[in-house]
């Protein structure tokens, strides 16, 4: 009862009539074809069934004559079989792609369910979306669900380094690496795979996107070997493999004296590193590069610019199918605090906009969500509908560096839902994140969403068992940005820990308040940044006040907020399209969560909800610190219903959520009340 099963933890399925019911439709199996990928779905198809159930459906062959006529689970690609003709006339198979597929079956004709798909890869995310639908206790009596995804690039970001330890990990040590090497025993790796895959991930990485030297290496003989090994396991279940590489592997690695983007030799280095990565992996995606970010480094040194440094990698890789994702996380970290011109939310789009149209087709520009980085809230980036001519990847954090690192309950979905669905307007009404990122928007031929991964050797992956939700919501989103977080997050409980109507009713509350409760207790009305400089932990109003990173909220005794409006402020708000740069430009449009994003207002300005900005924060917090503390009260309640050993580790953790929570009240609240002086209307005690 570690967690280690996550939401695929099968289980005897303990309502009778159910199980009779779902036993009836399930107790053959055809499965025609036997791909690895096809073998990956008859495993889990048979251990979900074989647990759930209480026995594995028989496996019938194909040509079995009379004894189909018993109900029968028929799965495999479309043409694979006459058994599955039925289905032809009845869906498009030839616009299912690579990935759709179909689950259909009519209790009444011919007994049969489904499982089909034009491709492999689609059989077998059919059937984890069957073993779904058993899970969560769905009727299976009349099935037409046809899916396709939203986003055809469904990746995940592992920030791991090759000595084991994780860039902004909070579950223990890397699944893949220890002591500079890969780890041999993969059969965490396998099942981390499978896990995925059950979301519909598609792709990964698995090393930091700051390469150290170590993981420079990973591209070469010294270690390919090992990387075509994990791919080959991630391959099983339709999950695609890119490095993370470091911009001077010339310099490093090649003894080149340059790295520069235009130096024939540079390129010549690159082509023969890709020629030489596809010997060991066919179907390598490619390289996913963080350049002059953060002292890494890049084509601004030679004076080059961002598309001639992803364009060179683009040529290398492009006679092999790869392709580059190059990040957009780009901006001087060295910057004067004094200078108030200078605006890092401003950065991303100053960079990459004027260089739209100026990238190769394989090609793929990541862009986090906001401009600034995975604060608790933070607009959306304006190169979303700003960039038309290249195509771009949404990049999300999983891993929950400035929102509680799985230590505090924080259930990101809403927040990503609300990324999603925000209306660049760069298109007129409608032209949200979405449609943006996949590729709709523009008509552009790639496109999708890429997150860093919060998982780690923990016994449950994610320390915080509460934090897989956030995993399995982002695989759920990715594939389907439609998706509400309250379905997803109905899914993941049921597959996590059952039918219980008292569990899923008193965690779906806990997960669906968690964000807007971790939201009241930390930094106010999305100015951001208050936390313990590096670690990133913990409340520090001033951590990062007078520093070089370019993350303020310049708070003095009248007021606080950032202004980056075009008529007196860093001009930030005019990136946006029209409506939304007017709305983020007036004190007054301005929306309250974001009011110090953009403004910067005196304590006592009233925002719509009819408070002032300080009464605000005294309220937020005293009342955030007030809920953090009933989230642990609310589990207890479910004492009895979940076994002891999950229910100790979460308790833990919101026990200790409680206490940090009043932590982060009391110097936000303490920290204004002595800058302003305004005291608390309800008089409550402020130190
Ligand atoms: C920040 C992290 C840092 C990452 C960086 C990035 O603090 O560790 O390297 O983002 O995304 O959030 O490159």
Known sequence: ESGYACWLDYRLIP??????????????????????????????????????????????????????????????????????????????????????YVIHGSGSDDNRIYLSADADKGVLYAVFHFIRLLQTGASIEQLAIRELPSNGLRMINHWDNMDGSIERGYAGRSIFFHEGRFIEDQER?????????????????????????????????????????TAAIFREYG??????????????????????????????????????????????????????????????????????????????????????????????????????????????????????????????????????????????????????????????????EYTGQQKHLCFLVPQWKEVFDFDTHAQGEGSTVAEVASGRLFGRARGGVAAVANIGDDASWSGHILAQANWYGYARLAWNPKLSAEQIAREWIAMTF????????????????????????????????????NHHYGPNVDGYEYSKWGTYHYADCHGMGVDRTVRSGTGYAGQYHSPVAERYESTALCPDELLLFFQHVPYTHR?????????????????????????????????????????????????????????WRDCINTYFYRKSGIADERGRLIY
């Open 15 to 100: 309502n009778e009539p159910l199980r009779s019911a779902y036993r009836k439709r399930c107790s053959q199996l055809v499965m025609i074809g036997d791909s690895p990928l096809l073998q990956a779905a008859r495993r889990e198809l048979n251990l979900a069934l074989g647990v759930m159930l209480g026995e594995a459906p028989v496996e019938a062959e194909e040509d079995a004559g009379a004894e189909l006529s018993l109900p029968v689970l028929v799965v495999g690609t479309i043409g694979s079989s006459q058994l599955l003709n039925p289905l032809a006339s009845l869906y498009h198979f030839d616009e299912l792609g690579e990935e759709g």
């Open 607 to 663: 925002l719509k909800s009819g408070k002032t900005v300080i009464q605000h924060i005294y309220d937020t917090h005293f009342e955030g610190a007030e809920r953090a503390a009933q989230l642990a009260e609310q589990w207890k309640s479910l004492a009895s219903l979940v076994d002891s050993a999950r229910f100790g580790q979460v308790l833990d953790r919101l026990a200790h959520q409680a206490e940090h929570a009043e932590e």
């Open 498 to 533: 059952g039918l219980d109507s008292a569990v899923e009713r008193v965690l779906l509350g806990m997960l669906l308040s968690s964000y807007r409760i971790y939201e009241d207790y930390t930094a106010p009305l999305g100015v951001g940044w208050m936390v313990n400089p």
């Open 189 to 229: 790796v396998r099942d981390y795979a499978r896990l995925l895959a059950s979301g519909g991930i598609n792709a990964l990485t698995i090393n930091n996107v700051n390469v150290h030297s170590q993981e420079s290496k990973l591209i070469t003989d010294e270690f390919l070997p090992d990387v075509a090994k």
């Open 239 to 400: 999950i695609r493999l890119y490095l993370s590489v470091n911009y001077a592997s010339p310099m490093e690695l090649g003894g080149l004296s340059t790295a520069d983007p235009l130096a024939p030799e540079v390129a010549e280095w690159w082509h023969g590193a890709a020629k030489n990565i596809y010997r060991y992996i066919p179907d390598f995606g490619g390289f996913v590069v963080k350049a002059d970010s953060e002292f890494r480094p890049g084509p601004f040194t030679y004076g080059r610019n961002h598309a001639d440094g992803a364009n060179m990698l683009a040529d290398a890789l492009a006679p092999f199918g790869g392709e580059v994702i190059w990040r957009c996380f780009v901006y001087n970290c060295l910057q004067n605090w004094r200078d108030r011109i200078t605006d890092r939310a401003r950065a991303a789009y100053d960079h990459f906009m004027p260089l739209d149209g100026t990238f190769r087709d394989n090609v793929m520009l990541q862009i986090k969500n906001g401009p600034m980085d995975f604060q608790v809230r933070e607009p959306v980036s304006p190169l979303f509908g700003g960039l038309k001519e290249t195509n771009q990847l949404l990049e999300l954090q999983i891993t929950q």
